[in-house]
């Protein structure tokens, strides 16, 4: 395959491919139902030319009641739960060449689902776009045209479980131990790896006690996008979200509950819309809680257990838990080899919001470097205390929340010498050295908009005190 596209601007490129490639088919899905588990897989068509057929697996697991069966599958619940997996796991494939129109086969959705897929299809990529230097606007950047049986709200008898996806930091963790306290717990990973195997090992599961999904993506979009294709970020928390809906079903398990806190609200890019975290958001959070109730079922439970909290909140409450501290990992660009990079925005930001409430000497035993001691971290630490102009593109704090961190950190170095990135800061004039006015409003801080129901809300409560 030759590299037709890399000569091109990011704008040039996406109205070359999207008047090559002028629609995308939804075509359908199968699934099957084996003494190993679930399978299915979806069948997306690029304007003739190319077809995809990523899929995914849930593997049997003794805790499962009612596994579904091959009846079970053609349910309108289930059928409509697969069929709107298909839904969120087109973005990836879409945004290759981002035609112009989307043909939807098997369901037929209202307008107002039409506007809803059209905000998480915008808004998801608003990273993608912003990147790419593509310039287009939610009304004109896609028509979604659909065709099918229109599908009613079903009801689904489920129990008080607590469904908790485990992402291997510690923000999960933070939600696994603390709603252990008061119900009953179910992991659950997608494609599980290590700090995802060993946090949920470390907090008693075995492995035939989480909710597991393997995902599969086509090689043929990864050809396609080595290819000069269209790339970037898509909303991985809003695909994780349809997918909590399908095991929240298999498993009959009622609560999903996410470990999103309120700085996933901040967008990246100061004074725009354009935010890594939107699937993280509260926005988000809301659009879907609705969109479910309206047009899948009203018995799912889906909420941020965490929103009502900030990233130095969740800090200090996971420094309690010393038993991770082996085994959390928050890096992106070492997650396939379980380590921190400490190379990378995320390991910087990490290090700083735990640094006021875990020793300098531990932190760097975890990390295996001193990151305050790295120079080339040095333009990290700008755009995370906002001294850049853009905030690194991945899931980070706000901008007051690390202020506040590297200013509790300072002030508890209780006179010593400043490690190079501390010093750095104390000497940039962001802060006076001694106020904390800004550490202690962050620590105080509770977002009231937020899904928890009063039980959940009051250990929550209960904890910050």
Known sequence: MTNKFNDFSGQENFDTLRKNYPFMEYVGYEAVVDPIGLHVSYEFNLAGKYTFRPGFKIPRKPFFKDFPTSETLKTPLFDNLLFHIG??????????????????????????????????????LGEFFYTNKISTNVDDFMEIVSE???????????????????????????????LGEIANIRPFIMNPRGATLECTKVAGYGNDEFIEVNRRIDPLLLELNANGFLNGHTPFSAMLAFYSLLVS?????????????????????????????YSKSFAFESDFRRYVRGYISADFNYFSFLRPLNELQIARLFAKQEKYFPVFKSCNAGSKTDIWCCNCPKCLFAFTILSPFIPIDNLTRIFGKNLFELPQMLTFLKELTGIAEVKPFECVGTIDEVNAALQLAISLNNGNKLPLLLEYYNNSGIFTPGNLVLPNKVLGEFNESNFLEKNFLEILKQKLK
């Open 249 to 277: 079903a298999i498993s009959g398990h009622r609560h999903v509950a996410l470990s999103n806190e309120s700085s996933a609200n901040e967008p990246t890019v100061a004074g725009t819309e354009v935010n890594h975290q």
């Open 87 to 124: 839904l969120i796991e087109l973005i990836s494939y879409w945004k290759a060449a981002c035609p112009q129109k989307v043909f939807i086969k098997g369901h037929k959705l209202t307008k107002e689902q039409v506007l809803f897929w059209k905000t998480i299809y915008y808004q998801g």
């Open 148 to 178: 099918g049986n229109k599908t009613d709200v079903q009801s689904i008898a489920l129990d008080e479980t607590v469904i908790v996806p485990i992402g291997g930091g510690k923000d999960s963790v933070v939600t696994l131990e603390m």
